[in-house]
C-alpha cells in the first residue's frame, strides 16, 4: 500500500523547517531565477527567518540565501522532511 503525502506549499513553513521542492508552479523571469539559484525539483531548502510582519521570508537553498514574498513562496509545492525541533 503506498501513502499518498499531500504537497504543502513552501509559505506555509515555519522558522527551523527543512523543505524538499517537488513542483514549481512560477512562471516567466521569476521562475528563470529561481532556477539559477537552485529553486529546483528535489532541492531541500531551509527557512532562515521571517521578517517582523511575517513577509517576505528568507530561504537557504544551495549556499544561497533568499528573501520571498509569500505569494511567491506559495506557488512552490513540496514536502516537509525535518521540522523545527524547537
Known sequence: MRIEKTLKP????SFGDCFLIKEINIKGPLRRRLLDLGFVKGAEISVLRKSPLGDPVAYRVSNTTIALRNDESSMILGEIVRGNTK
Not at 513552501?10 to 513553513?13: K, M, R, T, Y
Open 10 to 13: 513552501l509559505s506555509e513553513c
